[in-house]
């Protein structure tokens, strides 16, 4: 049974930064997507990175430069640093994984697994 359990969101003034972590048991990442996304209140699930087994990352615009997605292997967990947050950052955050490599990173439909979500506040 694979499980995807995030952590690391909590409450920053604008400027700040977090770490989330997204520890996965019963799946261990090969050809395939595993991407972090967030949606906020009232609006659609959007993708904001993602990573292939070879390590090439994408990322949304909005976001690029300042957040960076990373996997280490050894302790099969997926990361997500955000840096220079705003309030529009403000949103739950999940992690997936299991998206085959031939399809869009950021389509939410192509994902296998999800986890339960981390809240990030952003305060101006």
């Known amino acids: 049974q694979v499980q995807l359990v995030e952590s690391g969101g909590g409450s920053v003034q604008s400027g700040g930064s977090l770490r989330l972590s997204c520890a996965a048991s019963g799946y261990v990442q090969t050809n395939d997507y595993m991407g972090w996304f967030r949606q906020a209140p009232g609006k659609e699930r959007e993708g904001l990175a993602a990573?292939?087994?070879?390590?090439?990352?994408t990322y949304r615009d909005s976001v690029r430069g300042r957040f960076t997605i990373s996997h280490d292997n050894a302790e099969n967990t997926l990361y997500l640093q955000m840096n220079d947050l705003k309030p529009e950052d403000t949103a739950m955050y999940y992690c997936?994984?299991?998206?085959?490599?031939?399809?869009?990173?950021?389509?939410?439909?192509?994902?296998?697994?999800w986890g339960q979500g981390t809240q990030v506040t952003v305060s101006s």
């Open positions: 990573i292939d087994g070879a390590d090439r990352t």
């Open positions: 997936a994984a299991g998206a085959p490599n031939w399809s869009l990173q950021f389509g939410t439909t192509y994902y296998k697994y």
